[in-house]
Nanobody, 123 residues
Framework: QVQLVESGGGSVQAGGSLRLTCAAS????????MAWFRQAPGKEREFVAT????????YNAPSVKGRFTISRDNDKNTVYLQMNSLKPEDTAVYYC????????????????WGQGTQVTVSS
């Protein structure tokens, strides 16, 4: 069992930056691939970025490539999403996710979800 708690969301102007943090409970955090998904109002939840269990590989959705960076610290049971050059279209609730699939990029592959954190980007 893994519990995930996101933090770091907020409101920012276009071009700004935010760093999201996902704190995980449980002793098996390092077994899991981790990912970030997001859901904008009226839209389906979509994949943003994923990282393998040892942090050796990452993969981003094309819409955030070059702007967002996912990372993890297995000693701290934490995964991060650094978001730079934010755009209004990045406005969404961002969810942390854990699973065993590599890469973890499909909703159906997620085993555990966080509760989400709101990110709002104004123009």
């Amino acid at each position: 069992q893994v519990q995930l708690v996101e933090s770091g969301g907020g409101s920012v102007q276009a071009g700004g930056s935010l760093r999201l943090t996902c704190a995980a409970s449980g002793r098996t955090f390092s077994r899991y691939s981790m990912a970030w998904f997001r859901q904008a109002p009226g839209k389906e939840r979509e994949f943003v970025a994923t990282i393998t269990s040892n942090g050796g590989s990452t993969y981003n959705a094309p819409s955030v490539k070059g702007r967002f960076t996912i990372s993890r610290d297995n000693d701290k049971n934490t995964v991060y999403l650094q978001m730079n050059s934010l755009k209004p279209e990045d406005t969404a609730v961002y969810y942390c996710a854990a699973g065993l699939r590599v890469p973890l990029s499909e909703l159906s592959e997620v085993l555990y979800w966080g509760q989400g954190t709101q990110v709002t980007v104004s123009s």
